[in-house]
C-alpha cells in the first residue's frame, strides 16, 4: 500500500507560469511533509517542509499548501523558471527518530523558455 | 568536506557477485538510511538504522545485508546480485529536526 500518492508524474509549464504539484497520504500519525528536489545525478536535496500546525509555508517562489482534513498537500512554484527543471518528490513521515520519510513516486517538471 | 559521501558512483557487475555499496557521514547523525531509486516508484526504503549496531529492514530488504559497526558508516552489500537489483541507490542520514540528507547515489547495473 502506498503511504503518499503524487500527482502528476510530468508536467510541462511556459517559464513565468505556475507549477503545481499534488501529495495525499495515508496515515493520520504523520507530522512532517518535505518536498525534495532533484536534479539529474544528484540525491535529492529538502527543498521545503511543513508541519500540520500551519495550513500554508512559504519560502520565495515555493509554496506548501497543507489539507489536513482531507489529508493532502500540495507544492506551488510561482513564476517557475528554467532552472526549476527538476523531480520532485513529496514525502510524509513522523518528524522525529528512525522513522522512515514515505516518498512520492515523483513529478519531473520542464519549465520551457 | 561535510555531508554524505556514497562509493562507488558507477559500479557493473555480474549476476550472483556480492557487492558493497559505501556510504559515509561527516555529521553524527544517528538516523541513517539506504534507498533505492526506480523509475515510477520513487525511493524505496531498503533498510535503516537508528544508531550504530542498530538496524532494520525497511520497505524491500530482501536480498541486501547492512551493517553500522560505527556512527560514520553504514554499508549495504548485496549477497547475490540479481538483475532485479539494477537501480540507484541513495544513503541518507536525518538530523534531529527530522531533515533528511541524501548522497550523490551509486548506480548499480547487474549483467
Known amino acids: 500500500q502506498q503511504q503518499v500518492k503524487q500527482s502528476p508524474q510530468s508536467l510541462i509549464v511556459q517559464k513565468g507560469g505556475i507549477s503545481i504539484i499534488n501529495c495525499a497520504y495515508e496515515?493520520?500519525?504523520?507530522?512532517?511533509f518535505p518536498w525534495y528536489q532533484q536534479f539529474p545525478g544528484k540525491g535529492p536535496a529538502l527543498l521545503i517542509a511543513?508541519?500540520?500546525?500551519?495550513s500554508e509555508k512559504k519560502e520565495g517562489r515555493f509554496t506548501i499548501s497543507f489539507n489536513k482534513s482531507a489529508k493532502q498537500f500540495s507544492l506551488h512554484i510561482m513564476d517557475s523558471q528554467p532552472g526549476d527543471s527538476a523531480t520532485y518528490f513529496c514525502?510524509?513521515?513522523?518528524?522525529?527518530?528512525?522513522?522512515?520519510?514515505?516518498f512520492g513516486t515523483g513529478t519531473r517538471l520542464t519549465v520551457i523558455p | 568536506d561535510a555531508g554524505i559521501t556514497q562509493s562507488p558512483r558507477y559500479k557493473i557487475t555480474e549476476t550472483g557477485r556480492q557487492v558493497t555499496l559505501m556510504c559515509h557521514q561527516t555529521?553524527?547523525?544517528?538516523?541513517m538510511f539506504w534507498y533505492r531509486q526506480d523509475l515510477g516508484h520513487g525511493l524505496r526504503l531498503i533498510y535503516y538504522?537508528?544508531?550504530?549496531?542498530?538496524?532494520d529492514k525497511g520497505e524491500v530488504p530482501d536480498g541486501y545485508v547492512v551493517s553500522r559497526s560505527k556512527t560514520e558508516n553504514f554499508p549495504l552489500t548485496l549477497e547475490s546480485a540479481t538483475r532485479s537489483q539494477t537501480s540507484v541507490y541513495f544513503c541518507?542520514?536525518?538530523?534531529?529536526?527530522?531533515?533528511?540528507?541524501f548522497g550523490q547515489g551509486t548506480r548499480l547495473t547487474v549483467v
Open positions: 514525502a510524509a513521515s513522523k518528524q522525529t527518530g528512525a522513522n522512515n520519510l514515505f
Open positions: 511543513i508541519r500540520p500546525d500551519v
Open positions: 496515515n493520520t500519525a504523520f507530522d512532517y
Open positions: 541518507a542520514s536525518r538530523d534531529g529536526q527530522g531533515e533528511a540528507f
Open positions: 555529521w553524527s547523525h544517528s538516523y
Open positions: 538504522s537508528a544508531a550504530a549496531d542498530i538496524t
